[in-house]
Protein backbone atom coordinates (compact mmCIF):
# COMPACT_ATOMS: atom_id res chain seq x y z
CA UNK A 1 0.00 0.00 0.00
CA UNK A 2 1.82 3.11 -1.51
CA UNK A 3 1.15 6.35 -1.97
CA UNK A 4 -1.09 6.93 0.85
CA UNK A 5 -3.40 9.93 0.84
CA UNK A 6 -4.10 11.28 4.23
CA UNK A 7 -7.65 12.81 3.34
CA UNK A 8 -10.30 12.63 5.99
CA UNK A 9 -13.05 13.07 3.20
CA UNK A 10 -12.25 9.58 1.43
CA UNK A 11 -14.63 8.47 -0.81
CA UNK A 12 -17.26 11.96 -0.49
CA UNK A 13 -15.72 14.19 -3.37
CA UNK A 14 -17.40 16.58 -3.23
CA UNK A 15 -17.01 17.18 0.53
CA UNK A 16 -13.61 16.83 -0.66
CA UNK A 17 -14.24 19.90 -3.31
CA UNK A 18 -15.80 21.70 -0.36
CA UNK A 19 -12.29 21.30 2.22
CA UNK A 20 -10.89 22.63 -0.97
CA UNK A 21 -12.23 25.65 -1.44
CA UNK A 22 -12.88 26.42 2.25
CA UNK A 23 -9.23 26.38 2.58
CA UNK A 24 -8.98 28.73 -0.13
CA UNK A 25 -11.22 31.39 1.62
CA UNK A 26 -14.46 30.07 -0.53
CA UNK A 27 -17.77 28.96 0.84
CA UNK A 28 -18.29 27.47 -2.58
CA UNK A 29 -19.14 23.85 -2.43
CA UNK A 30 -19.80 23.82 1.22
CA UNK A 31 -22.83 25.74 0.85
CA UNK A 32 -23.88 23.11 -1.41
CA UNK A 33 -22.55 19.96 0.57
CA UNK A 34 -25.00 21.09 3.81
CA UNK A 35 -27.85 21.94 1.64
CA UNK A 36 -27.46 18.34 0.61
CA UNK A 37 -27.48 16.86 3.46
CA UNK A 38 -30.38 19.14 5.18
CA UNK A 39 -32.50 18.10 2.31
CA UNK A 40 -31.50 14.17 2.44
CA UNK A 41 -31.90 14.18 6.39
CA UNK A 42 -27.96 12.44 6.37
CA UNK A 43 -27.32 13.52 10.02
CA UNK A 44 -24.36 11.42 10.12
CA UNK A 45 -22.77 12.88 6.72
CA UNK A 46 -23.83 16.38 7.96
CA UNK A 47 -22.45 15.93 11.51
CA UNK A 48 -18.79 14.49 9.69
CA UNK A 49 -18.99 17.07 7.11
CA UNK A 50 -19.57 20.08 8.95
CA UNK A 51 -17.25 19.26 11.97
CA UNK A 52 -14.68 19.18 9.36
CA UNK A 53 -15.16 22.22 7.20
CA UNK A 54 -15.44 23.75 10.60
CA UNK A 55 -12.41 22.93 11.96
CA UNK A 56 -10.59 24.24 8.07
CA UNK A 57 -12.58 27.45 8.86
CA UNK A 58 -12.35 27.99 12.32
CA UNK A 59 -8.75 30.18 11.89
CA UNK A 60 -10.47 33.16 9.97
CA UNK A 61 -13.85 34.88 9.40
CA UNK A 62 -15.37 32.46 6.13
CA UNK A 63 -18.87 31.34 8.53
CA UNK A 64 -19.19 34.65 10.00
CA UNK A 65 -19.24 36.02 6.35
CA UNK A 66 -21.53 33.82 5.06
CA UNK A 67 -23.82 34.19 7.93
CA UNK A 68 -24.20 37.68 7.51
CA UNK A 69 -24.67 36.98 3.54
CA UNK A 70 -27.61 34.80 4.49
CA UNK A 71 -28.78 35.15 8.03
CA UNK A 72 -31.15 32.49 9.29
CA UNK A 73 -29.49 30.31 7.28
CA UNK A 74 -29.33 26.72 9.04
CA UNK A 75 -26.23 25.73 7.03
CA UNK A 76 -24.48 29.02 7.65
CA UNK A 77 -25.06 29.03 11.33
CA UNK A 78 -24.17 25.48 11.01
CA UNK A 79 -20.76 25.77 10.00
CA UNK A 80 -20.12 29.53 12.42
CA UNK A 81 -21.20 26.94 15.61
CA UNK A 82 -18.83 24.43 14.35
CA UNK A 83 -16.00 26.81 13.99
CA UNK A 84 -16.38 28.68 17.01
CA UNK A 85 -16.41 25.72 18.98
CA UNK A 86 -13.24 24.70 17.20
CA UNK A 87 -11.93 27.95 18.85
CA UNK A 88 -13.45 27.27 22.46
CA UNK A 89 -12.05 23.88 22.58
CA UNK A 90 -8.56 24.95 21.59
CA UNK A 91 -8.87 27.91 24.34
CA UNK A 92 -9.93 25.07 26.91
CA UNK A 93 -6.89 22.90 26.04
CA UNK A 94 -4.64 25.62 26.54
CA UNK A 95 -6.10 26.84 29.53
CA UNK A 96 -6.34 30.63 28.01
CA UNK A 97 -8.18 33.05 29.48
CA UNK A 98 -10.51 33.72 26.30
CA UNK A 99 -12.13 30.27 27.10
CA UNK A 100 -15.11 31.17 28.41
CA UNK A 101 -16.40 34.19 26.74
CA UNK A 102 -15.54 31.34 23.06
CA UNK A 103 -17.75 28.68 25.16
CA UNK A 104 -20.71 31.65 25.33
CA UNK A 105 -20.17 32.64 22.13
CA UNK A 106 -20.31 28.72 20.85
CA UNK A 107 -23.75 28.08 22.79
CA UNK A 108 -25.22 31.27 21.31
CA UNK A 109 -24.31 30.49 17.57
CA UNK A 110 -24.84 26.64 18.18
CA UNK A 111 -28.55 27.66 20.19
CA UNK A 112 -29.51 29.95 16.65
CA UNK A 113 -28.33 26.78 14.43
CA UNK A 114 -30.96 24.77 16.40
CA UNK A 115 -33.69 27.50 16.59
CA UNK A 116 -33.05 27.90 12.30
CA UNK A 117 -33.98 23.95 11.53
CA UNK A 118 -35.41 22.40 14.73
CA UNK A 119 -34.94 19.17 13.80
CA UNK A 120 -31.15 19.17 13.50
CA UNK A 121 -29.36 17.09 16.15
CA UNK A 122 -26.03 18.63 15.54
CA UNK A 123 -25.89 21.72 17.13
CA UNK A 124 -27.13 20.00 20.24
CA UNK A 125 -23.74 17.73 19.39
CA UNK A 126 -21.66 20.74 19.21
CA UNK A 127 -22.74 21.84 22.17
CA UNK A 128 -22.07 18.25 23.81
CA UNK A 129 -18.69 18.26 22.43
CA UNK A 130 -17.86 20.81 24.85
CA UNK A 131 -19.05 19.32 28.03
CA UNK A 132 -16.36 17.20 29.11
CA UNK A 133 -13.99 19.90 29.57
CA UNK A 134 -15.99 21.08 32.96
CA UNK A 135 -17.30 18.16 34.12
CA UNK A 136 -17.77 19.69 37.44
CA UNK A 137 -21.34 21.59 36.48
CA UNK A 138 -22.97 18.44 36.87
CA UNK A 139 -24.59 17.80 39.63
CA UNK A 140 -23.29 14.49 42.21
CA UNK A 141 -26.21 13.98 44.39
CA UNK A 142 -28.15 10.50 44.64
CA UNK A 143 -31.10 12.01 42.68
CA UNK A 144 -29.21 13.26 39.82
CA UNK A 145 -29.96 11.58 36.13
CA UNK A 146 -27.98 8.51 35.73
CA UNK A 147 -27.54 6.00 32.61
CA UNK A 148 -25.46 3.01 33.22
CA UNK A 149 -25.15 3.79 36.25
CA UNK A 150 -23.25 7.12 35.87
CA UNK A 151 -24.23 10.53 36.22
CA UNK A 152 -23.70 12.82 33.68
CA UNK A 153 -25.27 15.14 30.82
CA UNK A 154 -27.98 11.97 30.34
CA UNK A 155 -30.57 14.68 29.95
CA UNK A 156 -29.53 16.89 27.48
CA UNK A 157 -28.28 13.78 25.23
CA UNK A 158 -31.97 12.19 25.87
CA UNK A 159 -34.05 15.72 24.89
CA UNK A 160 -31.82 17.55 22.58
CA UNK A 161 -30.02 14.54 20.33
CA UNK A 162 -31.53 10.95 21.26
CA UNK A 163 -35.06 12.53 20.30
CA UNK A 164 -33.55 13.95 17.12
CA UNK A 165 -31.03 10.83 16.09
CA UNK A 166 -31.05 8.01 18.32
CA UNK A 167 -28.35 6.68 17.50
CA UNK A 168 -25.70 9.94 16.62
CA UNK A 169 -22.45 8.56 16.31
CA UNK A 170 -20.82 11.75 17.05
CA UNK A 171 -22.31 11.91 20.28
CA UNK A 172 -21.48 8.63 21.26
CA UNK A 173 -17.68 9.43 20.91
CA UNK A 174 -18.54 12.61 23.21
CA UNK A 175 -20.33 10.85 26.24
CA UNK A 176 -17.07 8.11 25.79
CA UNK A 177 -14.98 10.98 25.95
CA UNK A 178 -16.85 12.75 28.62
CA UNK A 179 -15.76 9.83 30.97
CA UNK A 180 -12.94 8.99 29.70
CA UNK A 181 -9.33 9.50 32.27
CA UNK A 182 -8.48 12.62 30.12
CA UNK A 183 -11.41 14.50 31.18
CA UNK A 184 -11.68 13.83 34.91
CA UNK A 185 -13.46 10.11 34.00
CA UNK A 186 -11.73 6.63 34.70
CA UNK A 187 -11.19 3.53 32.30
CA UNK A 188 -13.89 1.46 33.90
CA UNK A 189 -16.70 4.54 33.51
CA UNK A 190 -15.46 5.06 29.27
CA UNK A 191 -15.62 1.06 29.30
CA UNK A 192 -19.21 1.07 30.39
CA UNK A 193 -20.59 3.65 28.67
CA UNK A 194 -19.13 2.27 25.61
CA UNK A 195 -20.47 -1.07 26.04
CA UNK A 196 -23.63 0.64 26.73
CA UNK A 197 -23.78 2.42 23.87
CA UNK A 198 -22.96 -0.24 21.68
CA UNK A 199 -24.95 -3.03 23.15
CA UNK A 200 -28.05 -0.61 22.54
CA UNK A 201 -27.08 0.56 18.99
CA UNK A 202 -28.20 -0.86 15.32
CA UNK A 203 -26.07 -4.18 14.23
CA UNK A 204 -24.44 -2.27 11.59
CA UNK A 205 -23.86 1.47 13.56
CA UNK A 206 -20.43 2.83 13.91
CA UNK A 207 -21.41 3.31 18.10
CA UNK A 208 -20.49 -0.15 17.71
CA UNK A 209 -16.49 0.38 17.80
CA UNK A 210 -16.85 2.07 20.77
CA UNK A 211 -15.61 -0.51 22.66
CA UNK A 212 -12.43 -1.48 20.70
CA UNK A 213 -11.96 2.25 20.75
CA UNK A 214 -12.44 2.48 24.69
CA UNK A 215 -10.01 -0.67 25.17
CA UNK A 216 -7.41 1.02 23.05
CA UNK A 217 -7.49 4.65 24.63
CA UNK A 218 -7.57 3.27 28.13
CA UNK A 219 -4.74 4.90 30.15
CA UNK A 220 -2.47 2.24 31.75
CA UNK A 221 -3.01 1.19 35.18
CA UNK A 222 -0.09 -1.62 35.76
CA UNK A 223 -1.85 -2.84 39.32
CA UNK A 224 -4.95 -3.23 37.67
CA UNK A 225 -3.40 -5.20 34.65
CA UNK A 226 -1.51 -7.43 36.68
CA UNK A 227 -4.23 -8.55 38.91
CA UNK A 228 -6.58 -8.83 35.92
CA UNK A 229 -3.49 -11.05 34.84
CA UNK A 230 -3.25 -13.33 37.49
CA UNK A 231 -6.89 -13.93 37.97
CA UNK A 232 -6.82 -15.20 34.15
CA UNK A 233 -4.06 -17.44 35.20
CA UNK A 234 -5.96 -18.67 38.31
CA UNK A 235 -8.36 -19.23 35.69
CA UNK A 236 -6.68 -21.18 33.61
CA UNK A 237 -5.51 -23.47 36.19
CA UNK A 238 -8.79 -24.04 37.06
CA UNK A 239 -9.91 -24.95 33.82
CA UNK A 240 -6.67 -27.04 33.21
CA UNK A 241 -8.01 -28.69 36.36
CA UNK A 242 -11.88 -29.75 35.80
CA UNK A 243 -10.09 -30.43 32.11
CA UNK A 244 -7.95 -33.35 33.55
CA UNK A 245 -10.74 -34.60 36.23
CA UNK A 246 -13.05 -34.98 33.14
CA UNK A 247 -10.10 -37.02 30.79
CA UNK A 248 -9.75 -39.00 34.21
CA UNK A 249 -13.50 -40.38 34.34
CA UNK A 250 -13.24 -40.54 30.40
CA UNK A 251 -10.66 -42.85 30.81
CA UNK A 252 -11.91 -44.89 34.39
CA UNK A 253 -15.12 -45.39 32.18
CA UNK A 254 -13.80 -46.79 29.34
CA UNK A 255 -11.81 -49.01 30.99
CA UNK A 256 -14.63 -50.32 33.37
CA UNK A 257 -12.80 -49.00 36.61
CA UNK A 258 -15.38 -45.98 36.99
CA UNK A 259 -16.28 -46.08 40.43
CA UNK A 260 -19.49 -44.16 41.74
CA UNK A 261 -19.15 -41.29 44.55
CA UNK A 262 -21.43 -39.69 46.48
CA UNK A 263 -24.63 -42.27 44.62
CA UNK A 264 -23.50 -40.38 40.98
CA UNK A 265 -24.72 -42.62 38.28
CA UNK A 266 -22.19 -43.48 35.81
CA UNK A 267 -21.59 -40.76 33.33
CA UNK A 268 -21.95 -41.33 29.51
CA UNK A 269 -18.84 -41.02 27.77
CA UNK A 270 -20.20 -38.68 25.28
CA UNK A 271 -21.56 -36.62 27.40
CA UNK A 272 -17.74 -36.05 29.26
CA UNK A 273 -16.56 -35.53 25.88
CA UNK A 274 -18.81 -32.08 24.97
CA UNK A 275 -18.06 -30.89 28.58
CA UNK A 276 -14.22 -31.19 28.02
CA UNK A 277 -14.35 -29.59 24.73
CA UNK A 278 -16.36 -26.69 25.98
CA UNK A 279 -13.80 -26.07 29.00
CA UNK A 280 -11.08 -26.60 26.50
CA UNK A 281 -12.40 -23.68 23.97
CA UNK A 282 -12.96 -21.81 27.15
CA UNK A 283 -9.12 -21.89 27.65
CA UNK A 284 -8.11 -21.52 24.52
CA UNK A 285 -9.89 -18.16 24.59
CA UNK A 286 -8.64 -17.12 27.95
CA UNK A 287 -5.29 -17.88 26.48
CA UNK A 288 -5.80 -15.85 23.39
CA UNK A 289 -7.29 -13.33 25.16
CA UNK A 290 -4.22 -13.03 27.39
CA UNK A 291 -1.48 -12.90 24.56
CA UNK A 292 -2.97 -10.00 22.59
CA UNK A 293 -1.55 -7.25 22.35
CA UNK A 294 -0.64 -3.95 22.68
CA UNK A 295 -4.51 -3.79 23.90
CA UNK A 296 -6.05 -6.94 24.99
CA UNK A 297 -8.60 -7.02 21.99
CA UNK A 298 -11.17 -10.02 23.91
CA UNK A 299 -12.32 -13.16 21.74
CA UNK A 300 -15.79 -11.45 22.12
CA UNK A 301 -15.04 -8.44 21.02
CA UNK A 302 -12.83 -9.80 17.73
CA UNK A 303 -16.42 -11.48 17.35
CA UNK A 304 -17.98 -8.25 17.31
CA UNK A 305 -15.68 -6.67 14.77
CA UNK A 306 -15.74 -9.40 12.59
CA UNK A 307 -19.73 -9.78 12.72
CA UNK A 308 -19.65 -5.11 11.78
CA UNK A 309 -17.20 -6.13 9.25
CA UNK A 310 -19.73 -8.51 7.79
CA UNK A 311 -22.34 -5.86 7.78
CA UNK A 312 -20.15 -3.20 6.47
CA UNK A 313 -17.92 -4.61 3.94
CA UNK A 314 -19.78 -7.95 2.61
CA UNK A 315 -22.34 -8.84 -0.12
CA UNK A 316 -23.37 -12.08 -0.66
CA UNK A 317 -21.62 -12.01 -4.38
CA UNK A 318 -18.22 -10.41 -2.70
CA UNK A 319 -16.75 -7.54 -0.86
CA UNK A 320 -19.03 -5.03 -1.55
CA UNK A 321 -16.61 -2.05 -3.35
CA UNK A 322 -19.66 0.80 -2.08
CA UNK A 323 -19.41 -0.14 1.72
CA UNK A 324 -20.65 0.14 4.59
CA UNK A 325 -23.47 1.70 3.74
CA UNK A 326 -24.48 5.16 5.08
CA UNK A 327 -22.19 7.22 6.07
CA UNK A 328 -18.78 6.23 8.00
CA UNK A 329 -16.07 8.18 8.03
CA UNK A 330 -13.02 6.78 7.36
CA UNK A 331 -11.00 6.84 10.55
CA UNK A 332 -14.21 4.54 11.40
CA UNK A 333 -13.41 2.35 9.02
CA UNK A 334 -9.12 2.00 9.79
CA UNK A 335 -10.30 1.42 13.55
CA UNK A 336 -12.18 -1.65 12.29
CA UNK A 337 -9.10 -2.36 10.25
CA UNK A 338 -6.96 -2.20 13.52
CA UNK A 339 -9.20 -4.30 15.54
CA UNK A 340 -9.29 -7.21 13.54
CA UNK A 341 -5.98 -7.37 13.05
CA UNK A 342 -5.52 -7.16 16.63
CA UNK A 343 -8.26 -9.92 16.85
CA UNK A 344 -6.01 -12.16 14.78
CA UNK A 345 -8.73 -11.48 12.09
CA UNK A 346 -6.22 -11.61 9.30
CA UNK A 347 -7.69 -12.11 6.28
CA UNK A 348 -10.37 -9.55 7.17
CA UNK A 349 -7.64 -6.73 8.49
CA UNK A 350 -6.53 -6.66 5.07
CA UNK A 351 -9.56 -6.94 2.77
CA UNK A 352 -10.54 -3.42 4.80
CA UNK A 353 -7.48 -2.05 4.42
CA UNK A 354 -7.93 -2.91 0.61
CA UNK A 355 -11.04 -1.22 0.78
CA UNK A 356 -9.51 1.82 2.06
CA UNK A 357 -7.25 2.66 -0.30
CA UNK A 358 -5.82 4.73 -1.41
CA UNK A 359 -6.90 6.72 1.70
CA UNK A 360 -5.61 6.37 5.25
CA UNK A 361 -6.50 8.59 8.63
CA UNK A 362 -4.43 9.17 11.64
CA UNK A 363 -6.60 7.54 14.05
CA UNK A 364 -5.90 4.90 15.24
CA UNK A 365 -2.34 4.43 14.22
CA UNK A 366 -1.59 8.11 16.21
CA UNK A 367 -1.96 5.88 19.33
CA UNK A 368 1.08 4.43 19.04
CA UNK A 369 3.50 7.12 17.09
CA UNK A 370 3.90 8.36 13.85
CA UNK A 371 0.65 7.60 11.96
CA UNK A 372 2.08 6.66 8.72
CA UNK A 373 5.01 4.27 10.47
CA UNK A 374 2.55 2.47 12.57
CA UNK A 375 0.09 1.81 9.96
CA UNK A 376 3.38 0.63 7.35
CA UNK A 377 4.15 -1.95 10.17
CA UNK A 378 0.65 -2.94 10.67
CA UNK A 379 0.60 -3.72 7.05
CA UNK A 380 4.19 -5.55 7.09
CA UNK A 381 2.52 -7.54 10.13
CA UNK A 382 -0.22 -8.91 8.08
CA UNK A 383 1.86 -9.32 5.41
CA UNK A 384 4.06 -11.96 7.88
CA UNK A 385 1.24 -13.46 9.24
CA UNK A 386 -0.53 -14.57 6.02
CA UNK A 387 2.35 -14.81 3.43
CA UNK A 388 1.19 -12.04 1.43
CA UNK A 389 1.14 -8.66 0.66
CA UNK A 390 -2.21 -6.42 1.32
CA UNK A 391 -2.01 -4.90 -2.20
Known sequence: MSGLAWDPAWRDERLAAACTDVRGGIIGAAREVLAETRASWDFGRRGYASALLGSLAAGGNLPQLWVKDSPGDPDALLLAARAA???????????????????????????????????????????????????????????????????????????????????????GRHLMDYFSPRFGGSNAAMTRVAAYLAEGSPAASPLRLLPLAACLECEPDPEAEAQETATRFNRLEEIKKLVDG??????????????????????????????????EYERSKELRDLGAEPRRISATLGHDLANLYGHWLVRPEGLDPNGPAGYVPVADVSLLAHGLHLAGEHDYARMTLRHLRPCASRYPWSLYGEPEQVLRRTIKDLEKADGRSPD
Not at 264 to 276: A, F, G, K, N, Q
Open 85 to 171: AARAAKALREKSVSARGLVRRTHAVAGAAARAWPQDPTPWVIVLGLRKYHRGGIVTCATAHQVAGLVGPWVQVERSIWTRDRYNREA
Open 246 to 279: ITAEIEAVSAGTWVSRDGRLRPDPHDLRERRAKL
